[in-house]
Nanobody
Framework: VQLQASGGGSVQTGGSLTLSCASS????????IGWFRQAPGKEREVVSC????????YYAEFVKGRFTISRDNAKNTAYLQMNSLKPEDTAVYYC????????????????????WGQGTQVTVSS
């Protein structure tokens, strides 16, 4: 199963981007989708997660109030709206999911996610 992450780019501090995560092979609606990021020289970290029914949502503290996760199950797509971007948000962003029971709800543990998108680069300049 492949996920397609898109929407990255280069913006200045304070700018906005919307990332998308879609799959043409797997129906995403039953399971949580997580967004993770990895900056150069740093470990991958969870950014946000949304359950299949959008009833369970998690945001990392460092994006609360700035990022909004959503999904459109009819389009088999999840989104990450990123506002008020900061240089420290610069990273490769990945979406991920899996058809496993721990992902009925959100889960911050990246090891549980099986299928990953290819990553999309977000660069925020000061």
């Amino acid at each position: 199963v492949q996920l397609q992450a898109s929407g990255g780019g280069s913006v200045q501090t304070g700018g906005s981007l919307t990332l998308s995560c879609a799959s043409s092979e797997f129906i995403l609606d039953g399971y949580a989708i997580g967004w993770f990021r990895q900056a150069p020289g740093k470990e991958r970290e969870v950014v946000s997660c949304i359950s299949g029914g959008s009833t369970d949502i998690y945001y990392a503290e460092f994006v609360k109030g700035r990022f909004t996760i959503s999904r459109d199950n009819a389009k088999n797509t999840a989104y990450l709206q990123m506002n008020s971007l900061k240089p420290e948000d610069t990273a490769v962003y990945y979406c991920a999911t899996a058809n496993v029971s721990p992902l009925i709800l959100c889960n911050k543990d990246s090891a549980i996610y099986i299928w990953w998108g290819q990553g999309t680069q977000v660069t925020v300049s000061s």
